[in-house]
C-alpha cells in the first residue's frame, strides 16, 4: 500500500554542505557582469511573486552591474554568475527558464519559500554545473522530475519537504554519481520501492567493474550511503561491504529478521540507527568489531536482545546511545563504565533487573542526559552531587535518601522508588541552594515530615510533584504556600495528590498564576475552596500564539531528540499517562478530600480548563450558574458531595464535555436540554440523593 511508504524515502550522506556567511552574498571583486546573465536573472527576478511583500530583490536593477547585487556570486576572474541565494527570500511565482542562461551556476539555494505547490521545474535537470541545489521546504509539490538525476556534479541535493512531494520510482537517483548528501525525507513514495530497486542501484556502485575503477569517483562518494527508506524484510549482510559508509539511518521501518554481523565490518561507521523496527535475534560483540569510530547508536523500541559478555570492552566511545525498549537485562549493562563521551544515554524499560554498580553514581555526572526508568535496578542512593541536566530513574529500586543537585540539573525523575527521610533535608540542603531545577518528581516514595521550609531556594520549578509520600506534620500546606507564591510564579503543575496533606487551602495559592495542574487530591484538605480561582491566569487565558515560553520547559531538546516530561493524571475518572500534550492540559483536581462551602462562584470565568473534578468532598449548594462559559470543559465530576439545586441551564453549552458524574448529591429538576448533555445515559434522572448519573458518550 503506497500509504504506509509515506513519509522518508532516502537519504545519503552529509559532511559537504557549504555554509557562506552573509559576507559572501555579493561579489567582492571588480569583475562586471555578463550582459545575457544580466537579462537573464531580471527576467527570473519578474517570474516571481513576492507574497510577504518584502523586496528581498531590490538590488537587481537593470542599472546595477549584476555581479554586486544581493544574493548574487560571480566568479570573480569570468564575472558569469556561479551562485545564487534566494534562501527565506519569502518569493513565490515561477522559476523563468532563463536560469538555463546562467551557464556556470553551481549553487542555488531556494530554501523556505513559497511556491505554493507549484511543480519543481524539470529544466533544473539541465543545469549541467549544479553542484548544490537546495529546496529544502520551498513550497513545491508534485512529482520530482526524474531530470533531476541528470545532475551528475550535484554534490547536495536537498527536497526535504513536508508539502506534497512525491516520487513513482528512484532508478534517477542513479545518476546522481557525484552526491554527497540526499535528502528526501517526507517525499512521498508512491510506488513500492522495495529492497531490490536499492539492491539495484547499489549493485551499480558495487559490482566488480565498478570496484576496479571505472567510475571510482562517484563510487568513493557513494560509499557515504545512508538510506532511509520505508519497506519490510531483513537487513541485506552486503551493507556490510559498504566499508565507506559512516552513517546507517534505517530507523522506523518495518525491518525484520536478525541483523546482520557483517554490520561490524562497517569501520567507519559514525552512526548506526536501527531503532523502530521489528528486528529480532541479538546484537552481540561480532556485531560491533570494527566500529571503533561509533558515536550514535539508536536501537530503541526494537525487539532485538543486546547481549554482551560482562567484561567487554567496545571498540567504540559513544556520545550518544538510545536502547531504551530493547532487552539489555538482566544484567546491569557494566561496558557503560568504558564509555567516557557519553552525554546521553537513553536505557529505558531494557529489562535490567540488577544492582546498581559501584562506579554508576560518579560515572553519571559527565552524563548529560540520563534515562533508566522502568528498570528494577536496585541500590542505595548514596550521598553524591548529581550533574546531569536531566536525570529520570523514575521506577526503579532505588533506596535511601535524595541526593543533592548541582547546578547543572533541571529535571531529577526519581518518583515510584523507594526513597525515604524527610524531604526537608533534601530541599533545604546547602548544595542545592543554587540549584536550577525545573522539574522534580518524587512521587511514590516514602519521603516524609513537613514540606514547608526552604522553598525560596527552588524558584525555577515548574512541575513539582511530591504525589503519594508519606508526608505529613498538621496544616502545613497552609504553612508553605505563602512563601511559594512570592517565588514560584513559573509554577506550571502543582501535584501533592495522595500526600497526608491536612488543613485548608490558602487563598495565597492562587497566586500561582502560571499553574496549569492543580492536582490536590486524596489528601485531608478541608475547609472551602478559596474563592480566587479566576487568578490562575493561564486557565483563565487561551495560550498567546506563537508564544510558547512554558511550554518549552516541558521539553529539553538536544542535538539527537528531546526529553518529554511526562505526568499521570486522573482526567476523566482513570489515570492517563500525559507526554507531548501534557502541555495543553489543565486541570483542578481537588477530589477526595474534606473540603466543605460551596464551588467558588468565580469559578466558571476558567474558561480554557479541560477537567474539574471535585468529587468527594462535602460540598453544599448549586453549581454555578454560569458554568457554560467554562468552554473547554471536556470532564466535570462533582459526585459525592452534598450539592443540590437545578442543573444550570448554560451546562448545555459546553460542547466538548464528554464525562459527567454528578451521581450522590440532591439534585433536583429537569437535564437542561442539549445535544451533548442527551449523549449521556439518561438511566436515572431522578434528582434525589443517590442519583446515578455517569457516563460517557457513545
Ligand atoms: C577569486 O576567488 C578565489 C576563490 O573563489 C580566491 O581565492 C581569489 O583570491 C579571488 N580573487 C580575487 C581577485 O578576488
Ligand atoms: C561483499 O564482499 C564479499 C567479500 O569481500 C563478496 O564475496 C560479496 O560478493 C560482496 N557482496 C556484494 C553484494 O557485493
Ligand atoms: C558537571 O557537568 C558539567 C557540564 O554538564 C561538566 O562540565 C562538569 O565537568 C561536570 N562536573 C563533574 C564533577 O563531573
Ligand atoms: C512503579 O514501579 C513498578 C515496578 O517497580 C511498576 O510496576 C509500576 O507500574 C510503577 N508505577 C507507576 C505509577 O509508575
Ligand atoms: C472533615 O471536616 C469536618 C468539618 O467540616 C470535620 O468535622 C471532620 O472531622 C473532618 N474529617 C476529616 C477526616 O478530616
Ligand atoms: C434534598 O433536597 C430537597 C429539596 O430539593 C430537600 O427537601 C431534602 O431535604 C434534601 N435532602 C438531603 C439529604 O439533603
Keep these: 500500500m503506497s500509504a504506509s511508504f509515506a513519509t522518508h524515502v532516502l537519504f545519503l ?14 561579489t567582492e571583486s571588480s569583475v562586471s557582469c555578463n550582459e545575457k546573465e544580466k537579462q537573464a536573472l531580471l527576467t527570473l527576478k519578474s517570474g516571481f511573486t513576492n507574497p510577504r511583500n518584502l523586496n528581498p530583490l531590490s538590488s ?20 558569469r554568475v556561479t551562485h545564487l541565494y534566494l534562501m527565506r527570500t519569502a518569493l513565490g511565482g515561477k522559476i523563468s527558464p532563463s536560469l538555463l542562461e546562467l551557464e556556470l551556476l553551481n549553487y542555488l539555494d531556494l530554501s523556505e519559500n513559497y511556491f505554493n505547490c507549484t511543480p519543481i521545474p524539470s529544466f533544473l535537470g539541465s543545469m549541467a554545473s549544479l553542484r548544490h541545489l537546495n529546496l529544502y521546504e520551498a513550497g513545491f509539490c508534485g512529482l520530482i522530475p526524474h531530470q533531476l538525476g541528470n545532475l551528475s556534479s550535484l554534490h547536495y541535493l536537498n527536497l526535504r519537504s513536508y508539502s506534497h512531494l512525491y516520487v513513482d520510482t528512484l532508478r534517477w537517483i542513479s545518476g546522481l554519481s557525484s552526491i554527497q548528501y540526499l535528502d528526501l525525507s517526507h517525499a512521498n513514495l508512491h510506488r513500492e520501492v522495495d529492497w531490490l530497486q536499492i539492491m539495484t542501484l547499489l549493485e551499480l556502485y558495487l559490482d566488480e567493474s565498478s570496484l576496479k575503477g571505472e567510475i571510482p569517483e562517484s563510487l568513493g562518494q557513494l560509499k557515504h550511503l545512508k538510506a532511509v527508506i520505508r519497506f519490510s524484510g531483513p537487513i541485506p549482510s552486503f551493507l556490510g561491504n559498504l566499508s565507506e559508509m559512516r552513517a546507517l539511518d534505517l530507523q522506523l521501518n518495518q525491518l525484520n529478521g536478525s541483523v546482520p554481523k557483517s554490520l561490524g565490518l562497517l569501520s567507519n561507521l559514525v552512526a548506526l540507527l536501527i531503532g523502530n523496527n521489528v528486528l529480532t535475534g541479538t546484537l552481540d560483540e561480532a556485531h560491533f568489531t570494527k566500529l571503533s569510530k561509533l558515536k550514535n547508536l539508536e536501537i530503541s523500541s526494537t525487539p532485538l536482545f543486546f547481549n554482551v559478555n560482562s567484561n567487554w570492552v567496545p571498540p567504540f566511545q559513544l556520545e550518544f546511545a538510545d536502547m531504551s525498549s530493547c532487552k539489555i537485562g538482566p544484567n546491569f ?56 541536566t536531566v536525570l529520570n530513574l523514575r521506577s526503579n529500586h532505588f533506596k535511601g535518601r535524595l541526593p543533592r543537585l548541582s547546578a547543572n540539573v533541571k529535571v531529577l525523575n526519581i518518583a515510584n522508588n523507594s526513597i525515604y527521610g524527610p524531604i526537608s533535608t533534601f530541599l533545604c540542603k546547602k548544595m542545592n541552594r543554587k540549584n536550577k531545577l525545573e522539574v522534580l518528581d518524587v512521587s511514590n516514595n516514602f519521603l516524609s515530615g513537613e514540606i514547608s521550609h526552604c522553598w525560596r ?25 505563602p512563601l511559594w507564591v512570592r517565588k514560584m510564579r513559573n509554577l506550571i503543575i502543582l501535584r501533592l495528590r495522595s500526600s497526608g496533606l491536612k488543613g485548608k487551602i490558602p487563598p495565597k495559592i492562587c497566586q500561582l498564576s502560571s499553574l496549569r ?85 468565580d469559578i466558571s470565568v476558567l474558561s480554557e480548563l479541560h477537567f474539574l473534578n471535585l468529587s468527594r468532598n462535602h460540598l453544599m449548594g448549586s453549581i454555578p450558574e454560569k458554568i457554560g462559559s467554562m468552554k473547554q470543559l471536556e470532564s466535570i465530576d462533582l459526585s459525592r458531595n452534598l450539592l443540590s439545586g437545578e442543573i444550570p441551564p448554560s451546562m448545555s453549552n459546553l460542547s466538548f464535555l464528554s464525562y459527567l ?14 445535544t451533548q448533555l442527551q449523549l449521556f445515559d439518561a438511566l436515572s434522572y431522578t434528582w434525589q440523593s443517590s442519583t446515578l448519573w455517569s457516563s460517557s458518550p457513545k
Design 333 to 388: 549493562p557494566t561496558w557503560l563504565q568504558t564509555q567516557r563521551s557519553l552525554h546521553f544515554l537513553f536505557m529505558s524499560k531494557s529489562g535490567i533487573l540488577d544492582k546498581a554498580p559501584s562506579w554508576f553514581w560518579n560515572w553519571t555526572s559527565n552524563i548529560d542526559t540520563i534515562d533508566l526508568s522502568d528498570n528494577h535496578i536496585e541500590g542505595d542512593v548514596p550521598d553524591i552531587l548529581l550533574n546531569s
Design 60 to 79: 537587481w536593477s537593470d542599472q546595477e552591474d549584476c555581479c554586486r547585487w544581493d544574493r548574487v556570486r560571480c566568479d570573480n576572474k569570468t564575472g
Design 457 to 481: 531556594y527552588w524558584q525555577s520549578l515548574i512541575h513539582l510533584n511530591l504525589g503519594t509520600n508519606s508526608l505529613s506534620g498538621d496544616n502545613h500546606l497552609s504553612g508553605i504556600i
Design 661 to 674: 458524574d454528578l451521581s450522590y448529591n440532591n439534585f433536583s429538576g429537569r437535564i437542561p436540554s442539549s
Design 517 to 601: 495542574i492543580l492536582d490536590l487530591a486524596n489528601n485531608s484538605l478541608s475547609g472551602p475552596i478559596p474563592n480566587c480561582l479566576k487568578n490562575f491566569s493561564a486557565m483563565v487565558l487561551p495560550d498567546p500564539l506563537n508564544e510558547d515560553v512554558y511550554f518549552d520547559s516541558l521539553e529539553y531538546d538536544f542535538d539527537y531528540g528531546s526529553y518529554i516530561e511526562s505526568l499521570m493524571l486522573v482526567p476523566k475518572g482513570w489515570e492517563l499517562n500525559y507526554e507531548e500534550n501534557l502541555k495543553f492540559v489543565r486541570i483542578i483536581d481537588l477530589s477526595s478530600n474534606n473540603l466543605s462551602g460551596s464551588i467558588p462562584v
Design 13 to 26: 550522506l552529509w559532511f559537504s554542505a557549504a555554509t557562506f556567511s552573509l559576507s559572501f552574498y555579493k
